[in-house]
């Protein structure tokens, strides 16, 4: 009987260690490998404290494969800035041990830095804080930093963080803290060098929030949205250059909805003459990085000329989108960069 039982053991623990395995994936080396599955070990047999030993030297772009800490990064990182924060970790040096016991690594955009601005730190407690710029250079007007933490927007902002941000700015731009579900704004220059940040009182901050456009162009921090007219038709342009294929006698940029790490403009667009008694809709997405693009469907039409569709923002981030068209009152949903009918 107890030798049944030592190998019934001794199956589960071979069992388990081929699962982790597999949920590496193309893991680049089996040091790797080995990193990442003591780490998972560890967390799962204490809970309270990691041992992040087996992390020093790692490259920060290999934590988004690791088992404990990728899906940390999945959940607090939104789609549209994984590129930007990918781009980071590739090019960051390895981890280091820090003075309580945790790993991190920081970038002032120096050549010893590989040119890159950027901050990651991995707590012995499991918490994760990520550090960005994600903006482009050539036409962002304010600098912007954005912070990613497991911490919740409620804790206060890792002191090292806040030491990070200083010397990176100088007291200089703008702010964003996320956690996967709220967001914090604030101007740079309210940290000190010697103090944390308390947001409590903003827990009931939305994800998004809304503007309205006046005048012809919105400039963001990734570029600029522009209305112009080229033989006798409105297009859109974005940075100059055509953006999608709305053409029509009367386009209007009329609202934009702020998030973390984009901006989402609402376009209406209509035709001039006196049997059009309907208006079209559209949203232009704008990336901190990257080119602006359009998301439209062939059912965004209002049956009335000039009106607009009841747009309503979750605390999630979601634009709940209310219309009557040609089909009768629809409902769409646009979400991480997603519309989706409900």
């Known amino acids: 009987m107890q030798k049944n039982l030592m190998l019934i053991g001794l199956v589960s623990c071979l069992t388990v260690v081929s699962a982790c395995s597999k949920q590496l994936g193309d893991a680049p080396d089996v040091g790797m490998q080995t990193r990442s599955?003591?780490?998972?070990?560890?967390?799962?047999?204490?809970?309270?404290?990691?041992?992040?030993?087996?992390?020093?030297?790692?490259?920060?772009?290999?934590?988004?494969?690791?088992?404990?800490?990728?899906?940390?990064?999945?959940?607090?990182?939104?789609?549209?800035?994984?590129?930007?924060?990918?781009?980071?970790?590739?090019?960051?040096?390895?981890?280091?041990?820090g003075a309580k016991g945790e790993v991190y690594t920081q970038?002032?955009?120096?050549?010893?830095?590989?040119?890159?601005?950027?901050?990651?730190?991995?707590?012995?407690?499991?918490?994760?804080?990520?550090?960005?710029?994600?903006?482009?250079?050539?036409?962002?007007?304010?600098?912007?930093?954005?912070?990613?933490?497991?911490?919740?927007?409620?804790?206060?902002?890792?002191?090292?963080?806040?030491?990070?941000?200083?010397?990176?700015?100088?007291?200089?731009?703008?702010?964003?803290?996320f956690d996967g579900k709220l967001q914090k704004d604030m101007a740079v220059r309210e940290l000190t060098s010697s103090e944390s940040i308390d947001i409590a009182g903003e827990l009931s901050a939305p994800a998004v929030t809304e503007t309205a456009i006046t005048g012809e162009s919105y400039k963001s921090a990734g570029g600029v949205l522009a209305v112009v007219e080229i033989d006798y038709v409105r297009k859109l342009v974005w940075n100059g250059v055509g953006l999608g294929d709305i053409e029509d006698d009367h386009i209007t940029l009329e609202k934009v909805y702020h998030y973390a790490d984009r901006d989402v403009v609402l376009v209406t667009h209509a035709c001039g003459g006196s049997a059009c008694t309907f208006t079209s809709f559209a949203f232009?997405?704008?990336?901190?990085?990257?080119?602006?693009?359009v998301l439209t469907n062939d059912n965004f039409v209002t049956n009335s000329d000039g009106v607009l569709p009841d747009i309503a923002a979750a605390t999630d981030g979601r634009l709940v989108i209310s219309f009557t068209g040609f089909k009768g009152k629809e409902k769409w949903r646009y979400s991480d960069g997603m519309l989706s009918k409900e």
Request: charged share 25%.
């Open 284 to 293: 232009v997405e704008i990336p901190m990085t990257g080119r602006a693009r």
């Open 37 to 97: 599955l003591d780490s998972a070990q560890s967390s799962a047999a204490t809970m309270t404290r990691i041992d992040l030993a087996p992390y020093v030297d790692l490259k920060p772009v290999d934590l988004q494969r690791d088992p404990l800490f990728g899906p940390k990064l999945t959940a607090i990182v939104p789609r549209a800035s994984a590129d930007c924060v990918r781009g980071a970790l590739e090019q960051l040096r390895p981890l280091t041990r």
């Open 107 to 177: 970038g002032f955009g120096s050549h010893a830095d590989n040119w890159t601005e950027g901050y990651i730190e991995v707590a012995p407690d499991g918490q994760l804080d990520v550090g960005v710029v994600c903006s482009d250079f050539a036409t962002a007007v304010d600098r912007h930093i954005y912070i990613f933490t497991t911490r919740g927007i409620a804790a206060p902002l890792n002191d090292a963080t806040a030491l990070w941000i200083n010397e990176l700015t100088r007291g200089e731009g703008r702010l964003t803290i």
